[in-house]
Structure formats: C-alpha cells, structure tokens
C-alpha cells in the first residue's frame, strides 16, 4: 500500500529541489504524445508554495497551456530560456489546464495560451497569445522593475548570498527546467568539488528522472508479463518511482533479489540501493526497503 506524497523531491535526498522535475516527469509519463515545457509545473498540491509563496520573494510567471497547443508549450519554452538567463530573479511556473482544471478555473482561463504574472500573492499583468522573445524580454525587464524592492528576494536571505554563482546557475537551469543544462552544471561543480552535497544528489537524481521518463509507458505491464526479466523489472521499478508508487518499486525487485542468484542477484540489488539513494535515510519507506532487502539476502 502507498500514500500520497506531495512531490517525489520531498523525500529526495539533497538539498536542492527537484519538484519541477518530478512534476515534468509525470506529466510525461501519462502524456508520452505531448511535450512538457519548462518551469515548475503547478498543481493543486504545490499552488501554494510555488505560486502564493514563492511570490513573495520573487515574482512568479504562470503559463497556463495546453499540450493541445502547441503554440502555448512553445511559449512556456521561451519563458524558460529567459528564466534560465535571468538565474532566479523571478520564478516560471506552468499550468496544464487539461490536467488541473481546477488551478486553471482558479486564473479565469477563457484561451491558452494565458500568461499571469504575480507578486505577494497578487496578479499584477497578464496577456494572452503567443508574444516574440523581444516582447518578452520587455514584459519580463517591466515586471523586475515594478517589482523591485518590494519583495524579499532570493537574494536578500542569508542563504542566498552564500551561494556561489555556478550553485545558482545550476539552479536556474533545474527552474526553467533545462535537464541536460542543470546535469552538466551539477556535474562541473562535483568534478571540482566531489564532496558537494548539493552537487551530488542533484547528479544523482536528474540522471535518474532522465532515465526513468526514457522508459515506455507500459514498463509495468511488460515486467508483470515477465517478472524475471530484470531489465523489464528495472524499467517498471522506475515508473513506479516516478508515480510514487515508492514501495512497490522497491518490493519488485526484492522479489527479483530472491529469485536471482550470482551476478544477477549483484546487479539487481545493486540498482535497489541506487534507488534507496534517491530518498533521505529516514524515510520509513527506505528503512523498511533495507531491511526487507537485508532478509532477502541473509
């Protein structure tokens, strides 16, 4: 038995926050025809923190699209590139309103695309269409001018002013939610400094959502066909990672642990505890995974 998990990068070890990966993975795993722009996607778990919070330090930029519209996703795409440009001064978010109909009633949505933008909590400019990146670019300079000074800004906390200028574009990158570029940037600073927290559990997880959404969509129908095909029981334990469906990840390939034996047995429990590495320690799920996993093999 599962149960709700708000985001996947809640329980994620790390300090960084993987929630807008997590979101773009599921939106891509139940959509695999559509493509997912950048930005953290919204939804009504996360509406509060990453749109009414969140825009009380920053402000926030809401795409409400449609993967019926291509237009719209391109739109959110070129936002993306912007927020990645500017590195956190204000924060991209993006609203399925196919999805979450309701977080879209909640805008006023009459076309998509529609585009809000927020600061404390409140509206304060919106247009509809599609715009040029120049235009944009305007809309976007505006909403800093008007904005600044008024809120509290990311880089007012004490926080902020430690970190370093590739720690923040590192960051940036996962905001706008450009995998490859954040991977690559995480990975320049683990090179440098491989004893990185951050760096390092922010490695490990981005290659581990670039993983697990290359999988097909029925990965876990193909691995219940086949349980003792571990490359299908892998796939399959992914996707269920991705659906937070965290426990039965992990019971698939125990079971697969106990039915293997010699190298394969290595190989299987040597992804579950790659998988145990995604979460913090004390998640109750992982320590009942160890120690299922331990009994397994003694």
């Not at 959404?213 to 990965?219: G, Q, V, Y």
């Amino acid at each position: 038995m599962t149960r709700p998990r708000p985001s996947i990068a809640g329980s994620l070890a790390g300090a960084v926050d993987l929630s807008a990966l997590k979101q773009r993975a599921s939106q891509s795993s139940a959509s695999p025809g559509s493509e997912q722009p950048g930005g953290v996607e919204i939804t009504e778990a996360n509406f509060e923190a990453e749109v009414l919070v969140r825009s009380s330090q920053v402000p926030v930029v809401v795409v409400l699209w449609s993967p019926r519209s291509d237009a719209s996703a391109q739109l959110a795409n070129t936002l993306a590139e912007l927020a990645s440009a500017d590195a956190g001064k204000w924060s991209l978010t993006t609203v399925n309103v196919d999805a979450v109909p309701r977080v879209a009633q909640m805008f006023g949505v009459q076309a998509v695309p529609t585009v809000v933008a927020l600061a404390a909590g409140q509206p304060i400019s919106s247009f509809q269409g599609v715009q040029p990146a120049d235009q944009l670019r305007g809309w976007i300079d505006s909403l800093l001018n008007a904005t600044a000074g008024k809120l509290s800004g990311a880089a007012d906390s004490e926080e902020a002013e430690q970190v370093d200028p590739e720690v923040a574009q590192a960051r940036a990158h996962l905001d706008a939610g450009d995998f490859d570029a954040a991977l690559k940037a995480y990975q320049t600073i683990l090179d440098a400094r491989p004893n990185h927290a951050e760096a390092k559990g922010a490695v490990r997880q981005i290659a581990f959502l670039q993983r697990a959404t290359a999988h097909r969509p029925d990965a876990v129908a193909v691995a219940d066909a086949a349980p003792d095909d571990i490359e299908a029981a892998f796939a399959a334990a992914d996707v269920e990672i991705l659906q937070q469906q965290v426990t039965a990840a992990f019971d698939r390939l125990i079971a697969l642990v106990k039915r293997t034996a010699g190298d394969d047995r290595t190989k299987v429990r040597t992804r579950l505890i790659e998988l145990f590495e995604l979460f913090d320690p004390a998640d109750p799920e992982v320590i009942a995974g160890r120690r299922n996993l331990a009994n397994a093999l003694y």
